[in-house]
């Protein structure tokens, strides 16, 4: 091997191991960036189910629970939980509260918010949405927390962690039971736990340019055998131009309106050919 060769292989090696390293770290940081779930003193098992099914319908499996209540595997709790009493349930750690504000970034969960910068604990609150956003740009651990179904985190506890979310709601019944609060907000942060759903892929190949100009050309003629006026067709015309680049057709969709509009104007030119031959009067213009 010439020592070209060499250089060309060595190069290859450490770009091949340089591109491992960063999937290594691509991956680590994915899994870092998945939060652990945190229920503080639920009262009910069945809430304790429903907020497992909701991670692991959401890609989260590290449940943790502060002071909570029994959990028997014929249960409530299990009842609730569907295939996340496979996993995400019976590996359920107990904590307690310090654990959790001692290890994690941490994200409080409240319906009541304050409304300007004079209620330190409760404002400044982030949506779901921003807060999926906010999240994206820490590589921490962090911790999603729940309150109980009843009152939720108080404000000394919502005072010891780093942010507060908030879902909004009605303003005249904003507060959401504890299941509906946790599946709404993992909807949300799916981004961030969630490689792949069992949605199909939805990236929309445009049809061809050149198939979408005969369909206007089809088009032009079936407005041109309806007997409108020139403007009116001119308008619609570029109406319809309008729609078609708004709705970035794909090529089936374009090929089956073409093969409408072939067929529409064929049948509109036959009727025009029987109308003269048998002197009948064409099909009516606007005057």
Known sequence: ??????????????????????????????????????????ETPGNVGTIARAMKNFGL???????????????????????????????AEEVTFEEVVANYHTVGTTAITGEDDRSHERFPFKTPVE???SLKAVDAPTAIVFGREGRGLNNEELSRLDEVCSIPADDDYPVLNLGQAATVLLYELRDLTVDETQLPDTEVTRAPEADVERFHDFFDEFLAATGQ???????????????????????????????????????????????????????PKEQ
């Open 1 to 42: 091997m010439s020592d070209g060769e060499d250089g060309d292989a060595g190069e290859e090696a450490t770009e091949a191991a340089a591109a491992a390293r960063a999937a290594e770290t691509a991956e680590t940081v994915a899994d870092r960036r998945k939060p652990v779930v945190v229920v503080v003193e639920p």
């Open 229 to 283: 006026r020139e403007h009116v067709r001119e308008k619609n015309a570029l109406l319809m131009r309008r729609l078609l680049g708004r709705a970035h057709p794909t090529e089936r969709e374009v090929h089956s309106l073409l093969g409408t509009f072939r067929k529409a104007n064929a049948k509109l030119e036959h009727a025009d050919h029987l109308a003269a031959k048998y002197d009948e009067p064409p099909y």
């Open 61 to 91: 499996t590290d449940l943790k629970l502060v002071d909570p209540p029994e959990i028997e595997e014929d249960g409530e709790a299990y009842g609730f939980a569907g295939h996340a009493r496979e996993d995400v349930l019976p590996n």
């Open 131 to 133: 807060l999926r956003e």
